[in-house]
């Protein structure tokens, strides 16, 4: 018997395009008692890279022709409905002779056009020959089952197909590189939005060019970012880190960022029980199950310090700068280890198992990075060749450090804290055993790395965002804006109890933070960046396995750090202007003698202005691991003045 062909009827309000032929198939899934009986997936030969294959079979003896029109919603492993009749509004109907197999060609779906390589639900329904309800809808979904749908995917890219598609996205980011360099120059003059706002903005723009010239976007590749990007960042921040500020404001730092962490994720957690979310398509709002709100409060307590340091430069707001930098590290470590702990928790953790997991995560971390960060020092410091020479010894110091950073994500540590642990190390220990060409070079290279990596990530982010961006229908703008004022409360919430617990329990009043400066602090730890958006993908499934619950969180998430990147961070500076938080001068211009004649005057005895955490290591250091660690001679002369000096610059700025 020839098989009959059926005609794609007529492009509906723009919506739809689906091309209908006739052939014999296989059956897969079984349906209800309905005119359509059976929908399946088409033989893995007829997949196409953007369209799904169904073979829709009817009854056994049915003759006649009848309409039916079929969709594709992303696939959701929790489905238990179906769509509604009015779901299939804009797609064409189609005459099909139930004598024979149909072959349908899916190629759109509600204005969007598939994507490669992604897994789609199917539901087909008959309109009948009236068009009069009710309709019968395949497959059919009851019982409380999950799952229900027949599953089909696109297909898989061919290989040249990926290597071209790597090199859009390859030459996208170098442009966005360069873009974000020649924003930096402008915004020297217009102090509107920083650099990586504009990076973010412009990688949307890219993406979304790329998405309708092609069909396909860039999908975020969070082994990318973990082992190729965010090391370069870690590694200049502590490889050039002014060591003595951070250990001056270390009660700060510690507090706001493990106990101010902490305190931020409970907050979350609790303020998200009170949200409804309306799913839309006669859907009946519902809560966020506990182990959803347990992961956003995880992943929203991790803060983004990179744009907030971008206007706190080291020179001009040297107290500032240490603060919000020593948080954004710990806090770093503290919202991984908290995203790591609630993984398949359906409860809030007792406080006590929290705070020793960090005890634990801390510790482990620490070691790591102090014995790579010892041993890298004693090799410079005992490797004669490593005296001389540029490239080499560059190579042997940042090859150490980034064996660190891997070894701790192998075994489970917190690679962050252990590589930043190590830089610093390196950066106060192993860089004076180095020739002075070399420690100049390895400094420069160190900022450029941080640079360029700090460009490349935020380009980066925009433009692998509009794979969830043009997915429209899954943003709760609703749940953005109330999950931002969380963030907002329980950062207000949480600075003013440390605070107020530091001014309570120290008599000393040396290092003290202005008001000004800590509504500066409250405000950059109210920022959500890259980072937030990176744990999220990681704690759930790949997109086309994600359920309507879960892509709503990615959206939410993405949706904050946009918002986050291109306006709040053009709110930074309009709120130190209105705090009126005037940058300090150096201390070199505030002594007639310059830094010089101040090295010397500390170095003869002046003053000295450690106390607690900072004065116990400046002891210990100078004591013990100088003299082990670091070159006798001219090079130890050399580190004693450039120390010497930054605390005489301390002392002169207040």
Not at 259 to 286: A, M, N, R
Not at 428 to 434: D, F, G, P, R, V
Not at 485 to 507: E, N, P
Not at 621 to 635: E, H, T, Y
Request: with cysteine; charged share 15%; hydrophobic share 45%.
């Amino acid at each position: 018997m020839a098989p009959s062909r059926a005609v794609a009827g007529t492009l509906v309000a723009g919506c739809w395009i689906l091309q209908v032929h006739a052939t014999g198939g296989s059956s897969s899934t079984q349906l209800a008692a309905a005119t359509v009986e059976q929908v399946s997936a088409c033989p893995p030969d007829q997949r196409q890279q953007k369209s799904v294959c169904l073979i829709l079979q009817f009854a056994e003896g049915s003759v006649g022709t009848t309409r039916v029109s079929c969709s594709v919603w992303p696939h959701d492993p929790t489905r238990t409905r179906s769509p509604a009749w009015n779901d299939f509004f804009g797609a064409p109907e189609v005459n099909c002779d139930m004598s024979h197999p149909c072959t349908y060609f899916v190629e759109t779906a509600w204005q969007t056009q598939l994507e490669v390589d992604t897994t789609y639900d199917s539901f087909c329904i008959d309109w009948g020959t009236s068009f009069i309800p009710p309709f019968s809808i395949a497959p059919k979904c009851g019982g409380g089952d999950r799952g229900c749908g027949t599953v089909v995917s696109t297909g898989i890219p061919s290989k040249s197909q990926k290597h071209r598609m790597f090199g859009v996205v390859d030459i996208l980011s170098v442009l966005l590189l360069m873009l974000y360099v020649a924003w930096s120059y402008l915004f020297d003059y217009i102090r509107v939005l920083h650099e990586t706002g504009a990076a973010v903005l412009f990688g949307l723009i890219a993406g979304y060019a790329m998405h309708k010239i092609s069909g396909q976007t860039a999908v975020f590749n969070y082994d990318l970012f973990s082992y190729g990007l965010l090391p370069m960042v870690i590694f200049g921040a502590g490889f050039n880190m002014e060591k003595s500020s951070f250990f001056r404001y270390s009660q700060y730092i510690i507090l706001l960022g493990i106990s101010g962490t902490v305190q931020i994720f409970i907050y979350i957690y609790y303020g998200s029980e009170l949200f409804l979310i309306h799913p839309g398509d006669g859907l009946e709002p519902y809560k966020m199950q506990a182990s959803h709100r347990l992961l956003m409060a995880s992943v929203l307590s991790a803060t983004d310090s990179v744009a907030p340091m971008a206007f706190l430069s080291a020179e001009s707001f040297p107290q500032l700068y240490a603060v919000v930098f020593g948080e954004g590290v710990l806090n770093d470590v503290v919202s991984v280890l908290l995203s790591s702990s609630i993984e398949n928790a359906v409860k809030l953790p007792a406080l006590s198992e929290i705070s020793l997991n960090i005890v634990k995560f801390l510790v482990s971390s620490s070691f790591m990075g102090i014995c790579f960060g010892l041993a890298i020092s004693l090799l410079f410091k005992h490797g004669k060749p490593l005296h001389h020479g540029v490239v080499k010894p560059s190579v042997i110091l940042l090859g150490g450090n980034y064996a660190c950073y891997i070894l701790s994500e192998l075994c489970d540590f917190s690679s962050i804290f252990a590589l930043f642990v190590c830089a610093v190390l390196s950066g106060h220990y192993a860089q004076y055993s180095l020739a002075p060409a070399t420690r100049s070079f390895v400094h420069e290279l160190a900022e450029l790395l941080a640079y360029t990596a700090e460009a490349v990530i935020f380009g980066y982010f925009g433009l692998t965002a509009v794979a969830y961006t043009a997915q429209g229908r899954t943003f709760q703008l609703d749940l953005i804006v109330y999950y931002i004022c969380c963030i907002v409360v329980a950062r207000v919430l949480a600075v003013s109890l440390l605070v107020l617990s530091i001014k309570l329990t120290r008599r000393r009043q040396s290092a003290w933070l202005s008001l000004q400066e800590l509504c500066v602090v409250a405000m950059a730890g109210c920022m959500r960046g890259t980072i937030a958006f990176a744990l999220i993908l990681k704690a759930l499934p790949p997109e086309e396995e994600q359920s309507h619950s879960e892509r709503v969180l990615v959206t939410t998430v993405l949706g904050i750090v946009i918002l986050n990147c291109l306006v709040f961070g053009g709110l930074f500076p309009v709120v130190m202007k209105a705090l009126k938080l005037e940058p300090r001068r150096a201390a070199h211009l505030l002594s007639e003698e310059g830094p010089d004649q101040l090295a010397e005057v500390a170095l003869a005895g002046g003053t000295d202005t450690r106390h607690g955490l900072h004065k116990w290591w400046h002891r210990v250091d100078k004591r013990w691991l100088k003299p082990v660690l670091r070159p006798s001679g001219p090079a130890e002369a050399e580190a004693a003045s450039s120390e010497a000096t930054a605390e005489m610059a301390h002392t002169s700025r207040r």
